[in-house]
């Protein structure tokens, strides 16, 4: 029996009880009012007994009461029970998380809508400076930086910032704000300094191996070319070695030119001024016909005469490698389209050949350095795996994408896609 039958029952048995009495001395209507009075009184007096226990967190054990009223104390005290478990549990994990994030060597800062500091783990002072003190602080009015301000302005948290750490100038910062819950974004500072040295030595180290590099080769090629044009005849062997060295230097030329080409475009400064592109794309289609022995074979279309912000000798590299390309990996009697267009939202130059293609996986990486589809195919096919690349790096100084569709044993499209705010 539950006890809502049971204190049902004991109502309808007080009734029956008032109904005899009542009915033998004539009383029910005054004994019937009594009862109700008695029965409200006590309920009025359980809900007062609830209220106070309930009033003081419902902690410890709950009163002793009868009736439905004890099963109401059991099922609040057993909520309270489970709640305090969850909390305990939470607790837990928020402790665990602050230990792991306050072991982390990267600072991490929470930020409210405002941008203000609600919690920072200990790294947060050695790399931004940041005092427990500063929580509820602006994060803006404590790092100044410009470069950091606009950042935080802007919303746009894709991409990471680099920047000087705040405590010490010698240090060098990434920072990646990561959005989530109600307006609440993460902020992650990591210190790059070591990473950022490495890279500037390895930017170092090959431009200089480029340069030094380059008088040596020069020098062997001019006395292999001076040595096959000698008027003594030479015997097979040896005409055939120097072919072959001749050959062997000369790629290496091309491999030396590209890597400092690279180099530059990683180092030096941006130069940038209004390039006349149609001009630029007849120039280089004629050159690359020549040079390739190809007369003929591209076909330009100038659907704008548009000119862009830009360098003009980094946009003749990118261009002419791929028009280059494009010659190299289809058939010497197929055609090559150039196009230069405007779309509702970009300036795009179009390089399409019916060529070989390229199949779908191998699309994300023909844009590393020195990445050669089938390596024994493209051996057969002069190159040095480093076009793509320089194209890739041009593109970037130029806010441009490089988009390729491909479809192998179709051709390929190779896609320079400028903003349309590059229009002069
Ligand atoms: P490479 O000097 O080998 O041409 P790139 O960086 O210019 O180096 O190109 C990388 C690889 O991408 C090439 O080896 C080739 O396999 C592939 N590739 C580039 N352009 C084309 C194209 N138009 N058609 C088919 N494959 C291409």
Known sequence: MTAWTKEIGLALLLLLAISVIGGLTGFFIPLLFLLIISLLIWQV???????????????GKYPKAKGIWEDIYYHVYLIKKSE??????????????????????????????????????????NVLGLQPSDRGQRIPNLIRFPIFVRYLKSGLFNESITMPSPTNSNITLTV??????????????????????????????????????RTPLTVLKGYLETLQELDEPLSPLLSHSFQQMHEQTERMQYL???????????????KTHCVDIPALLSKICKET?????????IELTL????????DEQELRSAFSNLLGNALKYSPKESKVQVRWQQTPVNLVLDVIDKGEG??????????????????????????????????????????AR?????????????SCCFPSERAC
């Open 289 to 297: 016909e020549n040079l390739n022995n190809s007369a003929g074979r």
């Open 303 to 310: 659907e704008t005469n548009t000119h862009i912000y830009g």
């Open 84 to 125: 305090k478990k969850r909390k305990k549990k939470l607790g837990k994990i928020i402790d665990q998380f602050r230990k792991s994030t306050d072991a982390l060597p990267d600072a991490a800062v929470v930020l409210g809508k405002e941008d203000e500091i609600e919690w920072a783990n200990t790294a947060a002072k």
């Open 256 to 270: 030396v030119d590209d890597l400092l080409l690279l180099s530059n475009l990683e180092t030096q400064p941006k």
């Open 45 to 59: 007096v359980q809900i007062n007994r609830f209220e106070r226990w309930i009033s003081k967190g419902g902690r």
């Open 402 to 414: 490089l988009v390729v569709t491909s479809e192998l044993y179709k051709g390929s499209t190779f």
């Open 176 to 213: 990646k704000v990561v959005s989530y819950g109600a307006g609440l974004r993460l902020l992650l500072a990591q210190d790059v300094t070591q990473l950022r040295k490495m890279e500037q030595m390895r930017k170092d180290f090959v431009a200089n191996v480029s340069h030094e590099l």
């Open 358 to 399: 390229i199949a779908e996986s191998e699309i994300p990486r023909i844009t590393e350095r020195f990445y050669r589809i089938d390596v024994k195919r493209a051996n057969k096919v002069s190159g040095t795996g480093l076009g793509l690349a320089i194209v890739k790096h041009v593109l970037l100084r130029h806010d």
